[in-house]
């Protein structure tokens, strides 16, 4: 069995936690566009405030082009597999090639 706590503080420091992990790569070759597909019942509902997730994916990769969708069940990789998840964000960052 496993169980799982809703919490806005713990999923923001999370998000944020992911995307400084990338400040580095992205400093090399900066962002030309993301996706991001975040479940419904992220957003305003858990967060008190609306674009949350958009706006700290902008803060980090910068002004590009975002597009994306709210979701029930997200599809991301832990590892080298891949899994459905629930009230995660799933983020693609496109970059130009080396």
Partial sequence: MQLHVRDATT???DLHALMQTLSPELAGRPARGALLFSCNGRGAHLYGEP???SRVVAETAGAIPL???FC???IGPIGTSNFLHGFTASI???QEKE
Wanted: aromatic share 14%; net charge negative.
């Fill in 67 to 69: 597009a994306g969708f």
């Fill in 72 to 74: 029930n069940g997200e």
């Fill in 92 to 94: 693609g960052i496109f």
């Fill in 11 to 13: 999923a923001r420091e």
């Fill in 51 to 53: 674009d949350h997730d």
